[in-house]
Every structure is written in structure tokens, then in C-alpha cells.
């Protein structure tokens, strides 16, 4: 974590994140009884032009008279530049969700924009933005969008990928192994480390293939993103665990904990553990490891 995140808010398990359609009654009750680590309201594309209002309302009630707890609660809204984006931010006001996800950023404007949109509003600091990274113009300037949470995009805290408007705009085709998008993923995973921000791998759409989201999901923890966004909740389990510190992690995590504890070690900034050198930066990263396995049992307590 860096200087900047950890000054704001404690880092969050962000390893399953379900898309749940905002019009869907039966969907958004089946979220209470879910294992992901946070819901994403959906208000953009799983929701019909005619039946937004329909959706907003839904949520509202939703909000007021079955809350979800203990999960981290995202709404995604329309794109800014449509005419449900001023709705949906009224309701995202009046319901305070955790973030409020922007779907087809396109400029470090966008986030600028909305956050002192959110500002003039009065919005709780607590209440963040989530960019929604899937239009080529977003992936060409992600630098500059990340840094805006430097500025006066404070409160941006996530970038998520998104895939299926990113291969429409580019024309890039659906392949196992994403090879021709590995360039840009790792951009923006480099970018949200760039300003401590986390970052959530793209949907897979094939629900029923368990093998080939399993190797997404490894493939995505390999790259370094924090979690994936989901689109089923047969997808939730697996993302748990690939995006979860493995055993052969953790215990790797507790032998270097423990070598540096030992005694003559605090004054020394290079050790071996098992013919390896360890420095003391792998302290910091098995002590950031081990806070997350801490994380993840709180959550099994409270499920
Ligand atoms: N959130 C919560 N519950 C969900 C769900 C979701 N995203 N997707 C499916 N379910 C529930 C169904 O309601 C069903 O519950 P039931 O057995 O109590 O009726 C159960 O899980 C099994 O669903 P299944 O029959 O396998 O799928 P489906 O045909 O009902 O739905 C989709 C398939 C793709 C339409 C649905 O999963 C969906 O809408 N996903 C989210 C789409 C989305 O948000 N898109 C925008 C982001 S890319
Ligand atoms: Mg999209």
C-alpha cells in the first residue's frame, strides 16, 4: 500500500466484485446470501433505455428496506454523457453507497468532474469514484486519469477493466490467453500502482466455463490485479480463491516475518531463508500479505 491509499482509508478485500442488474428484484435479493467480497449495482448496461427509472427505484427500495451488510456496496451508473448519468447520481446521493462507478471514462475531466460534482453535493468523503476502464481513449491517457487522484480526483479509488466495450472499440477478438491485450491490462495495472490505486480485472462472459475463468482469474492474480468484477455467482467462489494469498504464499510470508524477528536480525537489512536472499522490502510485502489473510478470515467470521 502506498503513502497515498493508506493515508485515506484501510485497504479493502476487492477479490469478487458481482455485477448485479439494478432490474432484476430476484437478483438483487439473492446478493444478500452471496460470498463476494463487494456488489456493483448495475444501472448501465444490464438495464434496458426504458427501464432505468424502473431500475433506480428498484435500488431505492432496495437500500431502504433490505440494506446489504458487510459487503462493499458499488452502483454503477450511466455514462456521463447520457441523460440518465444526472438520475443516477441523485439516487447514488441520496442512497451514500461506498463508490459510485463510472462507466466509459474517457479524460482525467470525467473523474475531476464528477468528484466535484459529489463535492458541490456535499457528499461524504467516505463515498468514492470507480473508473470504469474500457474505451481506447481511457487506456491511451491512463496516467493522467490514475494522477487525478492525486488532485482534485481524490476521491477515485479503483480502476476496472472493462473488456466487452474495449474489444468492441478496438476490434481486438476474444481469445484465451488475452495476448493482444496484455499491453494495455498491464498499463493499467501499472498506472493504479502508480497512485495506490486497486485494480479489478475485466468480466468473463462464459459463465459455464469453470475451467477458463479459473485460468483468467490466475492469470489476472499474476498480473497483479487486486480482484475481478463478476457477472454470475458461480463465478464468486473461484475469484475468492485465486485472488486469495495461496498456502505455499503464506507460509512464505510467515518464515520471513519470523526471520526478521529473530534475535540479532532488526539490524540487518538482507537475510537467507532457505538459500534465498530475502530484504527487508519482502518483509513489507509478507506483512501486506498477511494482513490480507487476516482480512479474509474476518469475513468468514461475519458470512
Ligand atoms: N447476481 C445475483 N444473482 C444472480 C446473478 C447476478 N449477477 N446472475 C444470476 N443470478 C441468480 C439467478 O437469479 C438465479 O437465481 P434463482 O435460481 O434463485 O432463480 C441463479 O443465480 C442461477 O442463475 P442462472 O439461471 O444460471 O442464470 P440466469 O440465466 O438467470 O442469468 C445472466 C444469466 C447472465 C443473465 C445473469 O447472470 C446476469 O444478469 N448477470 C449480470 C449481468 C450484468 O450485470 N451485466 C453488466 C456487467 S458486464
Ligand atoms: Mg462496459
Redesign the pocket.
Known sequence: MTAIASASLPPRLRRSL????AI?E???Q??HG?DCDGV?F?L???VAPARKAEARDNLKRFFAETPLRGRERIV?INALDTDDAGADLDTVLALNPDAVLVPKVTTPSDIIGICARLDRARAPKGLRVWAMVETPRAVLEIGAIAGTRQGHGARLDALVV?L?DLRKETGVLPQPGRAYLLPWLMQVVLAARAFGLDVIDS?FND?RDEAGFAGECAQGRAMGFDGK??????QIEAANRHFAPGEAEIAEAQAIIAGFAAPGAEALNVIEIGGRMVERLHLEQAERLMHKVRQISARKDIA
Open positions: 458481482l455485477s448485479v442488474p432484476n430476484r437478483a438483487l439473492k446478493a452471496l456493483i448495475d448501465e448496461d444490464s454503477r472493462g466487452n468480466v459463465f468484477m463478476l457477472i454470475h455467482p458461480a
